[in-house]
């Protein structure tokens, strides 16, 4: 039996390190980081998966090792892929350079990999490890990793609040309810996301763009995709979602009234018993697009279905030190009221910080 030592979970730490970096730029393939140790249990090469489609984390760092990684270890934070994609594969390249030992963070959750890159390791007569940081490994990742065994993707909700929960006034004015250094912030969880969705009440709204803004994150141009839900086709030629000349992906349940602009793509979609379009069949299709994580960034209504729905993964609150009454909108307005106080959704706190003068809250479904 393989003994995991305190090296491993330095060096697989250091991986996770590195994987990390392509966190915004890889999708939809997932963020994967590599350390190469000589004979000698000395560090020779480091790499991660830098973008899609270009070659993966343990290349790079067999490039850097130069051939000195022969006889020693490798750490990755995913199982090495044995399929060939757009890259030849990994477990190959590991067993080319012999390698005696490889310590996998966690096995790959793609069917197509599935444990087969292990396998093909061990049958090359080499050390096999799983499960060194496997909690971390799997967070980095709960995109893909939900994307590939939930058939949907992760999904984020963010809003920002005051402090008595309202999202903005009556008449729906809400900008801006937070400072600008939250505002900031949801630049980063934009960059992350495969997606950004809303609904036609934020988009008529708010006229959103829904991009990213930050120059500084690394996406090596990679945009997220925006989706807006709109069951009548109500989003104006004129909204930013339709003529900024960025593509828009638009879920509708009929025929699109007049010319359809040209950056729009609509997707026919079902619709509940209240004639909104059905998330559930929406997140569906998203994965088949190769969605891994979705920013969800809509008014009460949405955020309270997709809560109502139980397919909220994490909640992101932006609390900002203000009050703006009871007239005011709630976060979520969920489509049933509560019967009893045991039929409340239950969070625990992932999460809390300041960002500026705001408080950034960040919420996990218990169990």
Known sequence: MSVVTAADHVHMA????????????????????????DAGGVPVGEGWHRRAGE????????????????????????E?????????????????AGVRRVVAAMQDPNPRV???????????????????LAREAAELNRGFVSRMTRGRPWVTVKLGQSVDGRTALADGSSQWITAASARADVQRLRARASAILTG????????PALTVRDANLPLHGREPLRVVLD?????PAAAKLASDGKATLVFANSPWPGTTPPALRVEPAAVDAAGRVD??????????????????EAGPRLAGSFMASGLVDEIVL??????????????????????????????????????????????????
């Open 14 to 37: 250091h991986a996770l390190q590195l994987a990390a970096r392509g966190q915004y730029s890889t999708p939809p393939n997932p963020a994967v980081g590599c350390v190469l140790l």
């Open 55 to 78: 070659p993966h984390a343990e290349v790079h760092a067999l490039e850097m090792a130069a051939g000195r990684a022969r006889g020693g270890s490798a750490y990755v934070t995913l």
């Open 80 to 96: 090495p892929c044995a399929h060939h994609g757009r890259t030849p594969p990994c477990a190959d390249a590991l067993i080319a």
């Open 114 to 132: 599935a444990g087969q890159g292990l396998e093909q390791l061990r049958k090359a007569g080499i050390e096999v490890v799983v499960d060194v």
């Open 200 to 207: 036609i009440g934020t988009a008529l709204a708010d006229d």
């Open 231 to 235: 069951a009548r086709g109500q989003l």
């Open 279 to 296: 998330i559930e069949t929406v997140l569906q299709r998203l994965a088949e697009l190769d969605c891994n994580e979705i920013l969800v």
């Open 318 to 367: 932006y609390v900002a030190p203000t009050l703006l009454g009871a007239t005011a909108q709630p976060s979520f307005a969920l489509p049933q009221p509560l019967r009893a106080l045991a039929e409340r959704a239950r969070f625990s706190f992932r999460d809390v910080r300041m960002v500026g003068p705001d408080l950034r809250l960040t919420l996990r479904p218990v169990g």
